[in-house]
């Protein structure tokens, strides 16, 4: 690394400056073949940092549709009169971040970008904490809802129990989680050393939510 990170210095001081350690001019050919050793790399640093960017826009826009979800929600209900769990409450939140992503689920007329989510390789899982003291119960009481089933929550109560600070109040809480394989753009066969192809992607945002806050 530390040889190619001086060749590509060398190659660029010569290139800004034409002439050899005695002054006299660079023949075209030893220019032509400067390029070409470094023209290979230049190229393979400016896919990739293509490439990270859709990357990192992908990631954002799963994070914005688990925002828009998870805010929306937090002023909604999930449980019925009876006390038990509403399931509509925890399909539309997810159904929300679906739509987020690919807006023309909702609207066939959409032309714009679409992340769509794949049944079987993606999911989208929402929960409900309810924190009261040195305890924290999970809802759905039969364990996180998944669109699709294929993942399990990031967090399970013991671990949303433990970023808990001590002593402090009851609190309800809402877990919007999206998780998504990225497949590359560019699909560039050089990169495939380098980044996986599909790339687990995982974003989520945690919400406080008054109507599971025990009483």
Known sequence: MRKMKELLKKIILNLANPTTSHGRQKSKGQSLVEFAIAFPIIILLFSGVIEYGFILNYYLSLLDATR???????????????????????????????????????????????????????????????????????????????????????????EIQSRLVSGSPNAGILLVEVHYNYHQVLGLPWLAPFMADPLPLRAYTIMPLSAAEPE
Do not use: K, W
Request: no cysteine.
């Open 68 to 158: 828009e979800s998870a805010r929306l929600y937090s002023n909604d209900d999930p449980f019925l009169t009876d006390g038990s769990d509403d399931i509509g409450f925890y399909s539309d939140a997810a159904a929300m971040v679906r739509a987020s992503l690919d807006p023309y689920v909702v609207n066939p007329s959409y032309e714009g970008r679409r992340i769509t989510l794949d049944s079987t390789l993606d999911d989208v899982i929402i929960t409900v904490y309810a924190a009261s003291g040195s305890s924290v119960v999970q809802y759905p009481t039969s364990g996180p809802h998944r669109m699709y089933g294929n993942f399990d929550s990031i967090f399970t109560a013991t």
